[in-house]
Every structure is written in structure tokens, then in C-alpha cells.
């Protein structure tokens, strides 16, 4: 049996915007400049794990925008609406990027490989043959993504640590029922997009062993630490857990 | 794995170059194409830009200045993309989220611990909204003296990071006193940027009332001398359902 928990929307709690607040927002709005969000220019939608539960399946919609050729950075939403959740981030990089971090950081990072040539990974809105254009790139890039928001576990507000969240790598590990759920909203087959997208190249040098959790699990932990004295430099511990 | 603490390695760099080829033409129209098509929802809902300070918890002798992007969802809940800057090309450094007072009494204590106080931020001019008249955000700026954030940082490009590092960083608001202070370069530069003075705002905020009670378990530092660290762990990988989180 399926969770039918990625479609949870707890209201946020909180009084209606007051009339004085909203004027406030609209004058803002107009007068402000929104020069880095007004580089946000694709939505695409994918599903994400917790990288400790893989029973916890999240919709996400990414909204991004490229840095450059080599990385896009993305606001994440738990839908497309005006009133969705700011529930995480993400970064997408290039193999290339990917390779120069350090062993330590990679398990942070997921491979998106599978996740578009089995078509779940799509642009809502953007026609097949030009959604695929784009997506012949993304195949061959990793991304890093944080949740701050458990919107899946029903919490109405942000609550506790951030998430390191992963992404699907292979048949079988996505809930059937999350899957057509998406697929009914957005009109979509992902059976006949993992059949348009089969000629797609992936990674050049394959998967690398170290991402994906390199495998296994991450979880974050919350240490109380002495808090640095100011204007002291930040002692050089090197802290290695795996 | 991957802490807070540890220092920036290799990925990384000290000066502000971006890692990566810039935007091929191919891409700019796709992206253009894309852009054309979709809706963006989401991100038109922003209505305000901030600009402030924030200090990492883990050092607060470092100290970045912030740009905020916010969305309102009610009267009692902002969420907010934050960038290092307010141009095209900025970094998308993380996010922040503000809640009044009235939603922050609710949370439990162990979670109140990660958020910050605004009153001060707001008091001493170090909070502003970029290009507007200060007449007309004198209301918003009192609903936000009495808010609290809880910022996660997710890219630390004040130390030279290329690429985004390691662990969120949980950050702190500038405060009155100890490592709270915000560094003044960095507010002299802000000045300077959009051509106003910190001082002549402390003045014009001078109505603008303090919260009568600030709860000691925000800024957590300051009443009780600790600071915050994360780390990412290896751990095992859950696959089988555990329906009891949902009830």
C-alpha cells in the first residue's frame, strides 16, 4: 500500500494579510527591483527522497535559473501555485563541476541520470521536443538539494534541521501511486516520455560511487558548539564521519 | 561526512570567479522558450526585497551582508529566497523564513533555539528595503520588529566557495552586543551602495516601538553562551514505511 502523504498541504498558520500589510507588498512590489529572481526561467518538476527514508516521497517543483552553461540554482516548491511553500533549494551542476569537489562533499550530491530517462523528470508546459532538448543536459548533471520545510509529514510551519534530500536512481523505488498522481494533473505518461528520452546519453565517466549518499544514508545533526570568540579565525578541524 | 566547521577544501576559491563556461547562445533560447511557456506562479507572488546582515553560527566573527526575496502567505508567515546580492547574477545563498510572535510563543523550545530576534536588525537600520520610501515601510517594519527568522545558509561565498559546501549554516541576527556586532565595513559599504546612512534611519525608526518581550530561547547565543554547528552523517538508508510519523 501507498502513502498518499506528498500531497499533504497544511495551512500555514496565521491571520489573513491585513489591508495595511498588503498595500505595503504591492507598493513594494512595484517600486523594487527583482534583479536575481527575474532569472528564474524554468520550472521542472521531479520527486525527492529524504536521503535517511526513501518512504518519504516528495513532489517538488523547481524553479531556476542558470548561473551559467555549468550550474543553475533552484527555489523548490511543494506546488505550482500562488500560495506554495518555499520548502527547499537546489544546485545543478555539470559532471565536470561535480568532479573537482572534494570526496567529502560528493554523497551530498545526486545523480539525475535515472530520474530523466525514465521520464519522471519533466518542464510542465514545454513541449516534448524541446523539453528534451534541455533535458539531454540535465541527464548528465548532479544536483544538491536541501529541504528546510517537512511539508510530507504534514508540519504546518518549517520545523527542525534541514533535509539533505535525494533523487530516484532506479525502477521500482518511486511510489506508483505519487506517480500517477503527478501524471493525471500534468497530462503526461513518464512510461512513453522513458521511451522518447531512451536515445539520451547519461553521465560520461557513469555514476560516481561517492554520490547518491555514496549509497548509503546521510542524515544532519545539530551540535552545540562554544561560540567563537569575534575576530577569531575558525580553528582548522577536519571532521570525517564516513 | 561534512560539517560546518570544517574549513573550505578543494572546489573552492578566494576570489569571486565563478565556477563554470557562460550561458551558450543554444541555452539562452531554451531558456527563453521554456520561460515563454511556463508559469511562475511561485515567484511572482514576491513582493519585497530586504537587505540585511546575518552572522554564521558556527563563527559569528563572519559575517555576510544578505538580500531577501520575500513572499508573504499571511499576515503571520514570510518565506524568503536569499541571495548575496541584488543583481542578475547573484548566488542563491539560502533561505529564511519569519514568523510573528504570536506563531513563534507556539513552537516548541527545542525548535525556538534555531531563530533570531529582528527587533535590533530593524532598530538600528541594519534591515532595509531597497529604493523605497522609508514613509511607506514604516508599517512593515513594525509587524517585523516583533518577527522572528530562522535562516539557513546553504552557500558560503563570503569564504570563496565556488560551489555550494559542506551542511546548511544556521545564522544569527545582528545584535546590540559581544559577537553580535555587525562588522562596520560592511555597513559602510551597504551605505555607500544605495546612498543612505544607518544613523539617519536609527532616527527615523525612533517610533517605531521595541517588542515589550523578546523569548530568551531566540538568539539562543546570547542567554546562553552556545552556538550551533551541523553535520552531516552517514547513516542507513530507511526503505520500508513507517506509517506511525504520519499519525
Known amino acids: ?242 | 561526512m561534512s560539517s560546518t566547521s570544517e574549513r573550505n577544501g578543494a572546489g573552492a576559491g578566494k576570489n569571486g570567479i565563478p565556477a563554470g563556461k557562460p550561458v551558450s547562445t543554444g541555452q539562452q533560447i531554451l531558456d527563453k522558450g521554456a520561460q515563454m511557456l511556463q508559469s511562475f506562479k511561485p515567484i511572482n507572488q514576491m513582493s519585497q526585497h530586504a537587505c540585511t546582515f546575518a552572522l554564521y553560527s558556527q563563527d559569528m566573527s563572519r559575517q555576510i551582508e544578505t538580500h531577501h526575496f520575500i513572499t508573504r502567505l499571511n499576515q503571520d508567515f514570510l518565506q524568503a529566497a536569499v541571495y548575496d546580492s541584488d543583481d542578475s547574477d547573484a548566488r542563491l545563498i539560502g533561505i529564511e523564513y519569519i514568523v510573528s510572535d504570536a506563531t513563534f510563543e507556539k513552537l516548541p523550545p527545542d525548535e525556538q533555539k534555531l531563530w533570531h530576534s529582528h527587533a535590533y536588525e530593524i532598530k538600528s537600520g541594519l534591515w532595509i528595503h531597497p529604493r523605497m520610501p522609508e514613509m511607506i515601510v514604516t508599517p512593515e517594519l513594525k509587524n517585523l520588529a516583533k518577527t522572528y527568522g530562522k535562516f539557513w545558509c546553504t552557500w558560503q561565498t563570503d569564504r570563496g566557495d565556488k560551489l555550494p559546501l559542506g551542511p546548511p549554516s544556521l545564522m544569527m541576527s545582528p545584535q546590540a552586543e559581544g559577537e553580535g556586532v555587525v562588522n562596520h565595513e560592511l555597513v559602510t559599504k551597504r551605505d555607500e551602495k544605495y546612498k543612505m546612512s544607518k544613523e539617519d534611519l536609527v532616527k527615523s525608526r525612533i517610533e517605531i516601538p521595541e517588542p515589550e518581550w523578546i523569548n530568551p530561547m531566540a538568539d539562543y547565543w546570547r542567554q546562553h553562551k552556545k552556538c550551533f554547528g551541523v553535520d552531516v552523517e552517514s547513516t542507513k538508508m530507511k526503505i520500508e514505511t513507517d506509517y506511525s510519523i504520519y499519525s
Not at chain 1, 85 to 114: A, N
Not at chain 1, 119 to 133: A, C, S
Not at chain 1, 167 to 185: F, I, M, N
Open chain 1, 1 to 242: 500500500m501507498d502513502p498518499v502523504h506528498a500531497t499533504i498541504h497544511p495551512e500555514v498558520p496565521g491571520e489573513k494579510t491585513k489591508i495595511g500589510t498588503s498595500l505595503v507588498d504591492t507598493a513594494a512590489s512595484a517600486i523594487q527591483s527583482f534583479g536575481p529572481t527575474k532569472q528564474i526561467h524554468q520550472h521542472l518538476c521531479a520527486f525527492h527522497f529524504y536521503a535517511d527514508d526513501m518512504t518519504r516521497q516528495v513532489e517538488a517543483h523547481h524553479y531556476c535559473g542558470h548561473r551559467n552553461d555549468e550550474m543553475r540554482q533552484c527555489l523548490i516548491y511543494d506546488s505550482p501555485d500562488a500560495d506554495a511553500r518555499l520548502i527547499g533549494l537546489e544546485y545543478i551542476v555539470t559532471e565536470d563541476l561535480f568532479l573537482t569537489l572534494p570526496d567529502s562533499e560528493k554523497p551530498l550530491w545526486h545523480s539525475h541520470e535515472y530520474e530523466v530517462k525514465s521520464g519522471v523528470l519533466f518542464l510542465p508546459g514545454v513541449p516534448g521536443p524541446v523539453e528534451r532538448k534541455d533535458l539531454e543536459k540535465v541527464a548528465k548533471t548532479y544536483g544538491k538539494t536541501i529541504h528546510f520545510w517537512q511539508v510530507d509529514k504534514g508540519d504546518d510551519l518549517p520545523l527542525g534541521l534541514p533535509q539533505v534530500m535525494m533523487a530516484l536512481t532506479r525502477d521500482g523505488q518511486l511510489y506508483p501511486s505519487l506517480a500517477k498522481d503527478v501524471e493525471t494533473r500534468y497530462s503526461v505518461s513518464f512510461e512513453k516520455e522513458r521511451q522518447n528520452r531512451a536515445y539520451m546519453e547519461g553521465l560520461a565517466h557513469g555514476i560516481h560511487p561517492k554520490a547518491n549518499a555514496a549509497g548509503v544514508g546521510l542524515k544532519t545533526v545539530l551540535r552545540e558548539i562554544e561560540c567563537k570568540p569575534s575576530g577569531q579565525p575558525e580553528p582548522s578541524v577536519h571532521r570525517v564521519f564516513v
